[in-house]
């Protein structure tokens, strides 16, 4: 019983380099959500794709976070130039999309995380 | 702008001794509430949807209210196994999408 995964795990990265985080939805889920989680707080949405597209990424923080999903199943999230404030648990979401789930809401399961740390 | 504020920050309970963590929110219009566990290194962990004011949910120990302003999660004769933080989250109906906006969460210990 597959759920959402993420790789890596962990990952440790200096200050100013690249870094692509990956997440794979449970088979089948239309939706795809990326939130970000420092220390002690909730969880701060990044960016929502239904299918390949990205329909809302009103919460990336500037231009270096970019996220594809090519295939509206696996998403990267990419972060160029990081930066020691880009430091925390990124996680992904995933839900069947509201017209097939006939939840209105439509309920999200999350992964487990990727934490990042920029040294 | 739509909030969700929760208290108290933490809680420490003895094993059996039941309480309860809420749940403030501010929104335009509320499509649904969400109650999630969350444990040390791990994503969130669905618990219950609720959508309208006076609906009740109820899983094992856990029992989730509704108003028109806030949420209830009672706890009834907490283990220590219910020692996690638990996030409450709102969906707005005015959002074209289904992102969730969350409060900072309960760390909740029970002791053996």
């Known amino acids: 019983g597959a759920g959402v995964s993420q790789t890596p795990s962990n990952k440790v990265t200096e200050k100013g380099k690249y870094v692509e985080l990956r997440c794979d939805p449970i088979?089948?889920?239309?939706?795809l959500y990326w939130y970000r989680q420092s220390l002690g707080q909730g969880p701060e949405f990044l960016i929502y794709?239904?299918?390949?597209?990205?329909?809302?990424d009103s919460g990336l923080p500037n231009d270096r976070f970019f996220a594809v999903r090519p295939e509206g199943s696996v998403s990267t999230l990419k972060i160029q130039r990081t930066e020691r404030g880009d430091s925390a648990v990124y996680l992904c979401?995933?839900?069947?999309?509201?017209?097939?789930?006939?939840?209105?809401?439509?309920?999200?399961?999350f992964g487990p995380g990727t934490r990042l740390t920029v040294l | 702008e739509d909030q969700v504020t929760q208290s108290p920050e933490a809680l420490r309970l003895q094993e059996g001794e039941s309480s309860s963590l809420n749940c403030s929110y501010t929104v335009s219009g509320l499509r649904g509430l969400f109650w999630y566990r969350q444990d040390p290194g791990k994503g969130p962990e669905f618990l219950f949807t609720?959508?309208?004011?006076?609906e009740e949910k109820e899983k094992e120990r856990l029992k989730a209210t509704l108003t028109k302003k806030e949420s209830f999660l009672h706890i009834t004769a907490p283990k220590p196994e219910d020692s996690a933080t638990y996030l409450c989250a709102v969906q707005d109906v005015s959002w074209g999408n289904r992102k969730l906006i969350w409060g900072l969460g309960t760390s909740l210990a029970v002791n053996p």
């Open positions: 088979s089948g889920h239309t939706a």
């Open positions: 609720l959508y309208s004011a006076g």
């Open positions: 979401a995933s839900s069947p999309g509201h017209r097939t789930s006939g939840d209105p809401t439509d309920t999200q399961y």
């Open positions: 794709f239904q299918g390949t597209g990205a329909a809302d």
